[in-house]
């Protein structure tokens, strides 16, 4: 007989399942790709049965089945899957099948469901890394026919610059806070704090970027070179690549020897497939990453500093705390994208080690401030 703690286990197996299988028709929906867009759904009938049969465990031990509603996280993914395209939420799919999978091992009444959530966790992985060097579908397909636009990567850069931007400047304003300042320098203070921060981050970002094409570049011109020099042995190089991801020795000749029958088609297929480099997009524009750096950093930033700009004083303290507290727990929650935790367990946890800091610099300020003072 199923205990009370048994039923509540179900349950939240079954919302998991549930959200996941919303989640992937949302996928299918979204996905250009009619191979792929029949994978999702493939992905999501099987999490409806696992749905199915936590459903009936709940009705055989005399449970009550919740009504499901998609989760915060469900509805953002799917936002984020039609807003940016489904490459976007790959990564973090492939983490909350990963997730699932352990958590079904310590189940001894679902360590059937465990294998198919791990099959689904290296499916999406393998999607995801094909997308990233320009390939989706069947095995053509994936050769010759997608491009990376966005992913995982960037939505947690997104959140980490907005986290660094918001926690660095907090901190920043709450010790000269506490050195008892003016209001306005204080404000002068968390403004040039936000801009050395944003400047700071947007500099290193275009370095890492810029270098990243130049060496691209420098890869692709020699590639190109090998390709004039001996195509023979570039051909034997993609037989070898083909036969490894499981393409017998016919199949993969023939593809390398067709797809190398033309010097741009050779080319853009050499750096997809033996450089691991998009041709369209060599890392990205580096600008583009400077100027998105800056920004998500300045967002965070900003919000300790606002209250400054219309009052000061005790007053301007507190404010500066609340928009801070509020930003940490929205960082928090956003974290729960990639981590499958709780939102408010994330949202708690970001808001004490955000006050735990920046208490710290408050007092070290108040010390310096007294000792300069005295």
Not at 90 to 117: F, K, N
Not at 160 to 174: E, I, K, Q, T, Y
Not at 306 to 331: E, K, R, W
């Amino acid at each position: 007989m199923a205990s009370k703690k048994d039923i509540k286990r179900y349950r939240a197996n079954l919302m998991d399942e549930l959200n996941s299988a919303a989640l992937y028709r949302a996928l299918a929906a979204n996905e250009k790709s009619e191979e792929l867009a029949e994978v999702y759904r493939r992905l999501a009938d099987t999490e409806q049965e696992h749905a199915d049969t936590w459903a009936k465990r709940i009705e055989d031990a005399g449970g009550k089945v919740p009504s499901f509603h998609p989760s915060w996280r469900t509805r953002t993914l799917a936002m984020l899957a039609r807003r940016f395209g489904v490459d976007t939420v790959l990564p973090t799919l492939a983490g909350i099948e990963r997730s699932a999978t352990s958590g079904y091992e310590e189940q001894p009444d679902a360590a059937d469901m465990a294998p198919v959530e791990r099959s689904h966790a290296r499916l999406l992985t393998q999607i995801d890394e094909s997308v990233r060097v320009g390939r989706g579908g069947a095995a053509v397909a994936r050769i010759e026919g997608r491009h990376r636009t966005a992913g995982g990567n960037a939505l947690r850069a997104a959140v980490l610059g907005a986290s660094d931007g918001l926690v660095s400047n907090f901190n920043l304003v709450m010790g000269v806070a506490g050195a008892a300042m003016s209001a306005k320098s204080i404000l002068l203070t968390g403004m040039a704090g936000l801009l050395a921060g944003a400047i700071s981050m947007a500099l290193g970002e275009w370095i890492s970027v810029q270098s990243s094409r130049e060496l691209y570049e420098e890869q692709m011109a020699r590639e190109r070179e090998e390709i004039d020099f001996d195509p023979q042995e570039e051909v034997e190089e993609l037989v070898l690549i083909y036969r490894a991801r499981g393409l017998g020795e016919p199949e993969a000749r023939e593809l390398a020897t067709r797809l190398m029958s033309d010097p741009d088609t050779a080319l853009e297929t050499l750096a997809r497939d033996e450089l691991g480099i998009d041709p369209d997009e060599l890392g990205g524009s580096a600008w583009e990453a400077a100027i998105t750096s800056f920004l998500l950093f300045a967002v965070g930033a900003i919000l300790p500093v606002l209250p400054y700009f219309f009052t000061s004083g005790f007053g301007a303290i507190v404010a500066s705390a609340g928009l801070s507290t509020a930003g940490l727990f929205f960082i928090g929650a956003a974290i729960t994208l990639f981590t499958g935790r709780s939102v408010l367990y994330s949202g708690a946890r970001q808001i004490l080690f955000g006050l735990a800091a920046a208490g710290v610099t408050f007092s070290i300020g108040k010390l310096i401030g007294v000792t300069i003072a005295g």
